[in-house]
T-cell receptor, first 109, second 113 residues
Framework: GIQVEQSPPDLILQEGANSTLRCNFS?????LQWFHQNPWGQLINLFY???GTKQNGRLSATTVATERYSLLYISSSQTTDSGVYFC???????????FGKGTLLTVNP | NAGVTQTPKFRILKIGQSMTLQCAQD?????MYWYRQDPGMGLKLIYY???????DKGEVPNGYNVSRSTTEDFPLRLELAAPSQTSVYFC????????????FGQGTRLTVV
């Protein structure tokens, strides 16, 4: 099956800083999603981005499918951005998403 | 829109007890999934369904059962709960298998003591 690696595993920022989270995957995909798991455990859909670039406010994401990686950019971070960011991928007619282990982001005031 | 709704949000079970985790979606999605998340890990697939009456095993199905009698509902049954089933359970749905966005419920935090 597809392997998913996320980096870094942990990241500590001061409020206002920018960050880049990376997701590498081992095979071609037709589904790639970024999620934010907040401190209450909820999984929030951030981006559905199997290829290309999308932006939503302070967050943006880019997937380069041919090189098998995706990047999540967080600008002007806020304390509410804290939590775990997951990348999940799916390939072909595969029914499931394979999740990475996540990046734990802590934004300090 | 409600999206994917899970109940209950929290539950404590004693070893050997049984329970059903409920999941409903109102997006008319064909595919539904149950995942579990253990501490510090990503999610692993327990069971999935491609439509009413059709279910199949995922990566970690042992100790669980599912049914899908309607498009909207996909309950997960735990028989003879064990401490190894202490986890957070997420239900999800998508329109089809590949190439479409999956939507997740709020999760059920289950503790088996």
């Amino acid at each position: 099956g597809i392997q998913v690696e996320q980096s870094p595993p942990d990241l500590i920022l001061q409020e206002g800083a920018n960050s880049t989270l990376r997701c590498n995957f081992s095979d071609s995909v037709n589904n790639l999603q970024w999620f934010h798991q907040n401190p209450w455990g909820q999984l929030i859909n951030l981006f559905y981005i199997p290829s290309g670039t999308k932006q939503n406010g302070r967050l943006s994401a880019t997937t380069v499918a041919t090189e098998r990686y995706s990047l999540l950019y967080i600008s002007s971070s806020q304390t509410t951005d804290s939590g775990v960011y997951f990348c999940a991928v799916g390939g072909g007619s595969n029914y499931k998403l394979t999740f990475g282990k996540g990046t734990l982001l802590t934004v300090n005031p | 829109n409600a999206g994917v709704t899970q109940t209950p949000k929290f539950r404590i079970l004693k070893i050997g007890q049984s329970m059903t985790l409920q999941c409903a979606q109102d997006m008319n999605h064909n595919y539904m999934y149950w995942y579990r998340q253990d501490p510090g890990m990503g999610l692993k697939l327990i069971y999935y369904s491609v439509g009413a009456g059709i279910t199949d095993k995922g990566e970690v199905p042992n100790g669980y059962n599912v049914s899908r009698s309607t498009t909207e509902d996909f309950p997960l049954r735990l028989e003879l709960a064990a401490p190894s089933q202490t986890s957070v359970y997420f239900c999800a749905s998508s329109l089809r298998a590949g190439g479409t966005e999956a939507f997740f419920g709020q999760g059920t935090r289950l503790t088996v003591v």
